[in-house]
């Protein structure tokens, strides 16, 4: 009997060793599997693609060359004159880049606003039911699976050349993209405080309010400022459809080959997201130190 213990753990320690090799074999084989099949997915995409080192390398000065044409020459000693020549069209340009940044601020405050409502029933741990689960996790699929730039093309031909189309495009992608966002922050809360007012009686309003709001908010302001800098690169392009802004004026301007125009108007929209992004940023900052305080 004296010896029958010291047996007994060392056959459950070589049953251990063994089945511990055993699951380390399997995790190594999904390891190779894995690798393997991203591997394929990457040379499947080059091929598709067609990514080619030799092309890419050949055609790279042709690049150098097309952002040679977006820039006049500017003389050191003529810079003012130069600049006031490349930039004729700088009081329209200006009007038309305050109307794509309204347009990006609207349709950002309207897709935010219905991505928030409809991250309630897209959330699993906050959904009244699973039916309810999968139609608004499928609704929100389908706003940001269709391009912003296709819902202008059909807004445009619904209600005409304009901003309102614009507006209407982007506020339904951004609808599609913040709803899902908004909704994967709400499944990362902490359930106490809402099983807490739930014990308590509270309606569903006040555990949103109460319990589910202190804790996403700064996520979804984040979100938010995020989407807005998306959304004024996205108002520059449908633009090209009709659907209002800049990006006509953009898109005519390449078209008709003056490539001046389009590098001035250019360099406009990029100084523009830099600007928004340092003054989202420092924005963002004072909210979340509020918040904490």
Do not use: C
């Not at 390891?31 to 997915?41: D, W």
């Amino acid at each position: 009997m004296a010896d029958a213990a010291p047996l007994e753990g060392s056959a459950r320690g070589q049953a251990f060793a063994g089945a511990l090799a055993r699951h380390r074999r399997r995790r190594s084989l999904r390891s190779v599997g894995a690798a393997a099949s991203f591997a394929t997915a990457v040379l499947l995409a080059a091929v598709v693609g067609g990514f080619d080192p030799a092309r890419l390398i050949a055609g790279l000065p042709r690049v150098g060359e097309f952002l040679d044409l977006l820039v006049p020459p500017l003389r050191p000693d003529h810079l003012l004159e130069d600049l006031g020549e490349w930039y004729w069209g700088f009081s329209k340009w200006l009007a038309l880049l305050a109307d794509t940044l309204l347009m990006a601020f609207l349709a950002t405050a309207l897709g935010s606003l219905g991505g928030a409502v409809a991250s309630f029933p897209a959330a699993a741990n906050l959904t009244p039911g699973p039916v309810t689960y999968w139609i608004s996790r499928r609704l929100l699929e389908f706003a940001r699976a269709v391009p912003d730039l296709v819902f202008a093309i059909v807004f445009v031909f619904a209600f005409g050349l304009g901003p309102l189309a614009g507006v209407l495009a982007i506020a339904l992608h951004s609808l599609g993209a913040q709803g899902k966002l908004f909704a994967e922050a709400n499944e990362n809360i902490d359930m106490k405080p809402l099983e807490g007012l739930r014990a308590a009686g509270a309606s569903p309003r006040e555990e949103i309010v109460y319990a589910v709001l202190p804790q996403v908010l700064p996520n979804w302001i984040s979100f938010t400022f995020w989407r807005f800098e998306v959304n004024v690169r996205s108002a520059t392009i449908i633009g090209f459809v009709g659907a209002g802004g800049i990006g006509l004026e953009l898109y005519e301007a390449l078209r008709l080959s003056y490539y001046d125009d389009a590098g001035a108007i250019l360099v406009l929209v990029a100084l523009t997201v830099f600007a928004i992004d340092g003054a989202s940023e420092a924005l963002r900052g004072r909210i979340m130190q509020g918040a904490r305080q």
